[in-house]
């Protein structure tokens, strides 16, 4: 006849705690695992993969976008809720009126079609005042402040405000290294507010080399973005297998648990013979 072990109320208590150590690890694994890390209404853009001619898709990576001198191509972001940006993209080192490297809005319509944010004018008073692309800084607060103080286009502004121009004279803008230019988009109906969004830049006036490094949106219209921001978490999550080693842990304790009560439970047997 198998007899029963007597367990004390203080061993009682011991195991008790122990089991809800358990359960609490085990808890707050299965929690860590279901902690969200993207953040609601910021989209990146793939500039591998961006629309352009006939709704091709293009790759705008590499020196210049990818695009060989003389090259002009439409660069389309289009937006669920029916807003758009959709400048021209140019490599042209000619010297042919217009001729321009960089962003270019020369026959899609300056504003309807979006707009970038820029300062002044690297262009005398002289049509068509060729304008400088402002570059922000990374954190630098993204809205519609960020373009009230630029001047007003009209007939005073020309193809787009791009990194260099040729209009009889050649213009260039400074140099940028790792900064951000501010775009919003188009305000199409039922929309009353522009989208605002970002495009990481280099450009050097030596070379006139400039490279796309990476863009973002904010897909809420009238929403500010940060520059650089991506809607990543603050918080980071673990690695799966830092949880599985948590409830690998506790596994490995119950086990030594019951091991020792077994011994404990043939010590006591061995006596009572």
Same mark, same amino acid.
């Given at each position: 006849?198998?007899?029963?072990?007597?367990?004390?109320?203080?061993?009682?208590?011991?195991?008790?705690?122990?089991?809800?150590?358990?359960?609490?690890?085990?808890?707050?694994?299965?929690?860590?695992?279901?902690? &969200?890390?993207?953040?609601? %209404?910021?989209?990146?853009?793939?500039?591998?993969?961006?629309?352009?001619?006939?709704?091709?898709?293009?790759?705008?990576?590499?020196?210049?976008?990818?695009?060989?001198?003389?090259? *002009?191509?439409?660069?389309?972001?289009?937006?669920?809720?029916?807003?758009?940006?959709?400048?021209?993209?140019?490599?042209? *080192?000619?010297?042919?009126?217009?001729?321009?490297?960089?962003?270019?809005?020369?026959?899609?319509?300056?504003?309807?079609?979006?707009?970038?944010?820029?300062?002044?004018?690297?262009?005398?008073?002289?049509?068509?005042?060729?304008?400088?692309?402002?570059?922000?800084?990374?954190?630098?607060?993204?809205?519609?402040?960020?373009? =009230?103080?630029?001047?007003?286009?009209?007939?005073?502004?020309?193809?787009?405000?791009?990194?260099?121009?040729?209009? %009889?004279?050649?213009?260039?803008?400074?140099?940028?290294?790792?900064?951000?230019?501010?775009?919003?988009? =188009?305000?199409? %109906?039922?929309?009353?507010?522009?989208?605002?969004?970002?495009?990481?830049?280099?450009?050097?006036?030596?070379?006139?080399?400039?490279?796309?490094?990476?863009?973002?949106?904010?897909?809420?219209?009238?929403?500010?973005?940060?520059?650089?921001?991506?809607?990543?978490?603050?918080?980071?999550?673990?690695?799966?297998?830092?949880?599985?080693?948590? %409830?690998?842990?506790?596994?490995?304790?119950?086990?030594?648990?019951?091991?020792?009560?077994?011994?404990?439970?043939? &010590?006591?047997?061995?006596?009572?013979?």
């Amino acid at each position: 006849m198998k007899k029963s072990r007597y367990v004390s109320p203080k061993s009682q208590k011991k195991m008790s705690s122990r089991r809800a150590a358990a359960a609490a690890v085990v808890s707050l694994g299965a929690g860590i695992l279901g902690t &969200q890390s993207a953040e609601a %209404g910021i989209v990146t853009i793939d500039l591998t993969n961006v629309p352009s001619d006939g709704g091709n898709l293009k790759n705008f990576t590499g020196p210049n976008a990818g695009l060989t001198d003389g090259d *002009r191509m439409p660069f389309s972001i289009n937006l669920a809720n029916g807003n758009f940006f959709r400048p021209n993209i140019a490599n042209q *080192r000619g010297t042919g009126n217009y001729s321009q490297i960089g962003f270019d809005f020369n026959g899609t319509g300056f504003e309807a079609n979006g707009l970038i944010a820029y300062g002044g004018f690297s262009q005398p008073g002289t049509y068509p005042h060729a304008a400088t692309p402002t570059a922000f800084a990374a954190g630098a607060l993204i809205n519609e402040s960020a373009f =009230s103080s630029t001047p007003n286009p009209g007939d005073s502004f020309g193809t787009g405000p791009s990194f260099r121009e040729f209009y %009889g004279i050649e213009y260039l803008s400074p140099d940028i290294t790792n900064k951000y230019l501010a775009f919003k988009t =188009s305000i199409t %109906g039922p929309n009353t507010a522009a989208n605002y969004g970002w495009i990481k830049v280099n450009w050097n006036s030596t070379t006139k080399v400039f490279e796309l490094l990476g863009a973002a949106y904010e897909s809420d219209a009238g929403v500010a973005i940060m520059a650089g921001d991506t809607g990543a978490a603050a918080v980071p999550e673990p690695s799966t297998m830092a949880v599985f080693g948590l %409830g690998a842990l506790v596994l490995g304790a119950g086990k030594v648990r019951k091991q020792r009560a077994a011994r404990r439970q043939k &010590q006591a047997e061995a006596l009572s013979v």
